[in-house]
């Protein structure tokens, strides 16, 4: 057995989880065979993506996919997040999860990316609505959060599209390769989620 979807199972050194958001789109751990693939992909985006992500002067090998995959693994054993694969037709186009789980306080940080070829579809704003509803009702977790930079107006819709509203305006939160910019702080309690997008 390989695969169960929205089970983690841990077989020797293999960690499996995936998830089945719609009849296209799956999510799914990512193995460190799949290293290449995501590096592949990362590179491929590479400018699109450094417009808002900080780390990819930190993602130029395919070594260090495999060290960020093997760290995902990690966060899931310690029981902190994970993050897993957009695969839409089983090809990967982006990544979605839970950046950071506070158990103590009942919330989650969910941040997600997407290849450029694949916006405008919808995609992210069902993965991101799956792990919502996940939190809340696998997790038992009580509210969600995603910061987003200000100027970032794509991701601002999609918080907007699914129902979170701008809780604050974090200055200067995050070095973007030299340039400071502002988050707005997105939040969701599990009261006031809204239904599929």
Request: with cysteine; net charge negative.
């Amino acid at each position: 057995l390989t695969k169960v979807t929205g089970t983690i199972i841990q077989l020797g050194a293999t960690l499996d989880m995936e998830f089945i958001v719609d009849e296209d789109i799956t999510l799914r751990l990512l193995a460190t065979s799949d290293a290449e693939t995501l590096f592949e992909l990362v590179d491929q985006n590479r400018s699109y993506l450094r417009q808002w992500l900080p780390w990819l002067d930190h993602s130029t090998t395919i070594e260090h996919s495999r060290i960020f995959i093997n760290s995902i693994h990690e966060q899931l054993l310690s029981k902190k997040g994970f993050a897993c694969g957009v695969f839409v037709m089983d090809r990967l186009v982006g990544m979605c999860g839970f950046h950071e789980i506070d158990n103590e306080n009942q919330t989650v940080v969910i941040g997600y990316w997407l290849s450029e070829d694949h916006q405008g579809r919808g995609i992210i704003s069902r993965c991101t609505n799956f792990f919502i509803n996940y939190a809340f009702d696998e997790l038992g977790l009580q509210k969600v959060f995603i910061p987003v930079a200000e100027q970032n107006t794509k991701s601002r819709a999609v918080c907007e599209r699914l129902g979170l509203t701008s809780e604050e305006i974090q200055v200067n939160a995050e070095n973007l390769y030299g340039n400071l910019v502002n988050h707005v702080r997105y939040a969701m309690t599990k009261d006031k989620r809204l239904k599929s997008p």
